[in-house]
């Protein structure tokens, strides 16, 4: 098996959150799915389990927090351009989803970020490899 990262996310309702996914592109993997627990494949070597807050307490003995209301990750996606980051925020809004800063650009970076529908906050951004080593290679400028 090659490595691969399993996102594992509690939320309320795991078909409302399963639909939420598929509009943003993810896919569910029906092997692994069932009414508790939706796999969404977003990579070969990406996937993000939603499980009913029920399940998913089985799986540790510590408090689930409410994402809406106690942050505790954030989740950075790698999308081909900036027009792609518009568009998979854009849709996460129009499914229900909220938007939950100011765009970000920094020239060799632009990025948004969005809630999901239980409150888990993803930040989808593009970045531009050769502009971004051009300006981390440059040295500061400073006022002295």
């Known amino acids: 098996m090659s490595r691969m990262i399993f996102v594992n996310l509690p939320v309320v309702d795991v078909a409302r959150a399963t639909a939420f996914y598929e509009a943003l592109g993810f896919t569910r993997n029906d092997l692994f799915s069932n009414e508790q627990a939706s796999a969404m494949v977003w990579s070969e070597a990406i996937q993000v389990m939603l499980l009913d807050r029920a399940f998913y307490a089985t799986f540790t003995d510590k408090q689930l927090i409410d994402a809406k209301l106690t942050s505790g990750v954030l989740l950075a996606l790698s999308l081909d351009s900036r027009a792609a980051v518009d568009s998979i925020t854009e849709e996460a809004i129009a499914s229900g989803g909220r938007e939950t800063r100011e765009r970000q650009d920094m ?33 500061e400028t400073t006022g002295a």
């Open 107 to 139: 020239g060799f970076m632009y990025s948004r970020a969005f809630e999901d529908l239980d409150g888990h906050t993803w930040e989808p951004m593009f970045m531009d490899m050769v502009a971004a080593e051009q300006a981390m290679s440059q040295p």
